[in-house]
């Protein structure tokens, strides 16, 4: 396959079909997976593609769900389990945190989880408190969870095909906001390894440093510092665990400034731990402290001119920015 010019959930969808065409034992399932397609579509056409057996329509029970992927994945298949909304991902914190994170360790090695749990995050579509959350900080506490947050259309192909090769449970959390958005997926180049951040801009003054969809934010709001005179650098995470911390490094201790940008609430977030690290390991190039810029410790609202207010936007990173490096405020909030 070459270059083509796709959406982030036909790239998804993508995926899925040539991890399963290589790969018998993978199978997907959860609630509205076949017939329907999935929520936002991302399975849509995989059960005429490879029929009941291996896209399985499940009852509304998030713990079955995922109870029944860990013990298919401990078995010998390979599954890739969605949950509609990462909102319910407390429904199944036992299966997930005591069984699937930890089945290696507790059997001495003998048994793996090898199985994939898709989930859709963050805000954008008005889906209010119970449906917009931003929860990775959950997963990344947990020893055993690999965590995956892709933020382009190549990505989101080449994570999930990484991911369904990974030995150990992964969490792949899909922004909602990002499915129909359109970029390049080129199949036989991946836009990094697994594991590892990428530098999505070049920049000499201050390093954003973030993942999914704050990263099309930090990148407007690096264009917008520009025209101030200001060169940002912004780096993609793009895996909370593996965490590769050694590119951000690299980037603060060249620009001697850092901004930690995510969607999730600002208290005890993975913003916090992405900062501590920073400020442990980079503290003698820091001209500043480390800045945390994330969503309101609020309830996502269900309007959308709040929903848009409880999250970071670009020109919020932007004026941060500005501040950080210039110790002026920006001309547009006069």
């Not at 990974?166 to 180049?189: N, Q, T």
């Not at 991946?190 to 003054?205: A, H, I, L, M, N």
Request: net charge negative.
């Amino acid at each position: 396959m070459s270059k083509i010019e796709t959406t982030y959930r036909d790239a998804l969808r993508q995926a899925l079909i040539d991890a399963m065409n290589d790969d018998p034992s993978i199978f997907v399932m959860g609630e509205e997976v076949g017939r329907y397609g999935g929520a936002y579509g991302v399975t849509k056409g995989l059960l005429d593609m490879f029929g009941e057996n291996r896209v399985v329509d499940t009852p509304i029970a998030e713990p079955g769900i995922i109870g029944a992927a860990v013990g298919a994945a401990m078995t010998g298949s390979r599954p890739v389990a969605e949950l509609m909304y990462v909102d319910f991902a407390g429904l199944t914190m036992d299966q997930v945190a005591n069984q699937a994170a930890k089945s290696r360790y507790m059997f001495g090695g003998q048994i793996g989880v090898p199985m994939v749990l898709r989930t859709q995050g963050g805000t954008g579509r008005s889906g209010a408190a119970q449906h917009s959350q931003s929860l990775e900080a959950w997963f990344t506490h947990v020893p055993g969870l690999r965590v995956v947050m892709p933020a382009t259309v190549n990505d989101a192909y080449h994570l999930l095909r990484m991911a369904l090769k990974c030995p150990d449970p992964v969490i792949f959390i899909e922004h909602k906001s990002l499915y129909v958005r359109k970029g390049e997926m080129d199949a036989g180049k991946p836009d990094g390894e697994w594991g590892k951040s990428v530098v999505r801009r070049e920049g000499s003054d201050v390093t954003i440093v973030t993942y999914s969809k704050m990263v099309f934010e930090a990148l407007a709001a690096a264009e917008i510092l520009e025209q101030e005179g200001i060169s940002a650098e912004v780096v993609d995470i793009r895996t909370l665990n593996p965490l590769d911390d050694e590119t951000f490094f690299a980037s603060v201790r060249k620009t001697g400034r850092a901004m930690v940008v995510t969607e999730a609430v600002l208290t005890s977030g993975f913003a916090a731990e992405l900062s501590a690290r920073i400020s442990e390991r980079c503290f003698e190039w820091l001209e500043e402290p480390v800045v945390r810029i994330a969503g309101e410790d609020i309830p996502i609202p269900v309007s959308p001119a709040l929903e848009r207010g409880a999250v970071p936007s670009s020109q919020l990173i932007a004026e941060t920015g500005l501040w950080l490096v210039k110790r002026i405020a920006p001309s547009w909030a006069a």
